[in-house]
């Protein structure tokens, strides 16, 4: 029983969301999601915006609560798994401190959960190096671009050492070469650490190039509509992306898109 | 050693280039001052001339260090200095206090918004006949409340604004560190609220001085700037009313500086103090 649980990292099952039950504003966010991710598996939600790609990963986060379902994170709640900080974030914006340095801003979970001061600077240099901003630990964050704060944002998810990195659309302010820079340095980081790694996206080309599995998802009502079994092997570099099997799993991915997309457009035009 | 002292000639040099516009404005407006009282032959008592408001305050200056005399100018300053001060420090501290207070509940503080904005409308001042009555009109108390409270609005709302608008993924970050409620408040919320605190109190640094001056001009002991000034004003002596209005301008321009350092100290971080390079 102890090696099950521990195997599968989330579990969720029935889960519905629905904002403003009740009201004229109500809106169904997510219907009957059903899905198993295991510890340590790389996993996309991908999705037109509307299809609760954000709220899915925010109900697993504990940032927000299931309207009904079962949701269960290394066998916890949600909630509980919070409380045990297993979970990392990251966001689209950076959302690092300005008035803290790099480092400083990398050790604020660590003063949060009350590590020794000896013990944060270590763990925030390393962290800082896995990132590659060794260099730049006394900078301010506006001293660094986008990409490098984003990097300083992931070395502050990975700080504490959660078992699950969760991750909004962390890359989708970037420039495309930054981007895939960054695709490559966060397969390194997960080859590194092993997290459980959720990563939200609407690049279909990310989501192929970085995970194990690319849970597609379609709005009104928020669904899953397919998840797409990703076997290219790792590690995966720039050539990946030349490989006609990764091309293959974009065509097949975007066509699952097109179809999500095509039926919101039908009720687009039902509606009117 | 000779690069060093060479390229702090330099920086010296950038700096009185800098700020020689300002300088060259300041001089060529005395100079006219100077200028147009003498080729129109104003009255001493409509405007006297920089030159006789400067000798006056020479005079004063010999006073104050003179052994055995006394410069009612200085004294006055001092005593007007202290007002603006102790106000200034009791209704920000207030201000500050109570604005975190309050933010603890989103309630109370949505509650007491509206009235600190309205309160921030009215004219303190007015009130400065009725704080003479409460604490005596030779008391300083008297204008220190009036201080306090034209101080402690502004104070107040910027501060809410700075606890309250914080960005909400901030927030969400801490929530998944499940931080406690006092991690929040000290790493986030407040040095959220600084800059907001701040311009607050380079405002409230300028209405000390004015709130104090104002307040003697309904009453007050007599070495003190506003009540100098009435007096000397009726007396027709108007180089000495002068001087009381430049020392008073040379203290609250040393008080703003006095904030803007502390605040350039406090939060180096922040967009206004950020050079490049």
């Known amino acids: ?272 | 050693m000779a690069p060093a002292g060479a390229s702090k000639a330099a920086t010296l040099r950038d700096r009185l280039g800098y700020y020689f516009p300002t300088i060259a404005i300041a001089v060529g407006v005395i100079l006219a001052w100077e200028i147009l009282v003498v080729v129109f032959d104003i009255q001493q008592f409509l405007l006297p001339k920089p030159s006789s408001i400067f000798g006056e305050f020479m005079h004063q200056v010999n006073l104050w260090l003179a052994p055995g005399e006394r410069s009612i100018l200085f004294e006055s300053s001092g005593a007007t200095f202290w007002e603006a001060f102790g106000g200034f420090i009791i209704g920000c501290g207030g201000g500050v206090l109570v604005a975190l207070i309050t933010s603890r509940w989103t309630i109370v503080s949505e509650a007491t918004m509206p009235f600190a904005i309205a309160a921030n409308s009215v004219p303190i001042i007015a009130f400065a006949p009725i704080m003479n009555n409460w604490f005596g009109i030779t008391n300083p108390a008297s204008k220190m409340a009036i201080v306090a409270i034209i101080v402690f609005f502004p104070t107040m709302i910027n501060t809410v604004r700075g606890l309250t608008l914080v960005d909400l993924s901030q927030l969400e970050l801490m929530r998944s560190y499940a931080a406690a409620p006092r991690d929040i408040l000290l790493k986030l919320r407040i040095p959220n609220a600084l800059p907001y605190m701040f311009s607050a109190f380079r405002v409230a640094s300028a209405l000390s001085l004015i709130g104090a001056v104002v307040a003697e001009f309904f009453g007050g002991p007599r070495a003190t700037l506003g009540v100098y000034i009435t007096q000397e004003a009726s007396a027709f002596d108007f180089a000495k009313a002068w001087t009381a209005i430049m020392m008073a301008s040379i203290i609250g321009i040393t008080f703003y500086l006095l904030v803007l350092y502390l605040e350039r100290r406090l939060m180096p971080w922040h967009v206004s103090f950020r050079v490049a390079g």
């Not at chain 1, 801003?105 to 962290?127: H, W």
């Not at chain 1, 997960?190 to 279909?204: A, L, Y």
């Not at chain 1, 990764?246 to 997309?261: E, F, G, K, M, S």
């Open chain 1, 1 to 272: 029983m102890a090696t099950a649980s521990r195997d599968i990292a989330i579990a969720a099952r029935g889960i519905n969301k629905i904002f403003n039950p009740g009201s004229d504003e109500e809106v169904i966010a997510l219907q009957d999601i059903n899905l198993e991710v295991e510890a340590g598996e790389f996993i996309s939600l991908i999705g037109p915006s509307g299809c609760g790609k954000s709220t899915l990963m925010r109900l697993v986060g504990d940032l927000l609560q299931p309207s009904s379902g079962e949701l269960l994170v290394n066998g916890k709640s949600p909630q509980q798994s919070r409380l045990d900080r297993e979970y990392g974030m990251v966001f689209q914006a950076a959302t690092l401190y300005e008035w803290r340095s790099v480092t400083k801003n990398v050790q604020l979970p660590l003063e949060v959960m009350g590590y020794s001061s000896d013990e944060r600077q270590l763990r925030a240099q390393a962290m800082l190096d896995m990132v590659e901003l060794g260099a730049f630990a006394n900078h301010f964050p506006w001293q660094l671009s986008g990409g490098m704060q984003q990097r300083v944002s992931i070395a502050r998810a990975l700080a504490f050492d959660p078992s699950v990195l969760l991750m909004d659309e962390p890359f989708g302010a970037l420039d495309e070469f930054t981007r895939e820079r960054m695709n490559l340095e966060l397969l390194k980081i997960w080859d590194q650490t092993g997290k459980t790694i959720i990563f939200v996206t609407h690049s279909i080309s990310e989501a192929v190039f970085l995970s194990n599995r690319i849970v597609v998802m379609s709005p009104r009502p928020g669904r899953i509509t397919e998840i797409v079994e990703n076997t290219l092997p790792y590690p995966r570099d720039f050539n990946t992306r030349s490989d006609p099997a990764y091309i293959q799993l974009v065509a097949r991915v975007r066509d699952l898109l097109r179809d999500a997309i095509a039926s919101d457009a039908a009720q687009d035009r039902g509606e009117a």
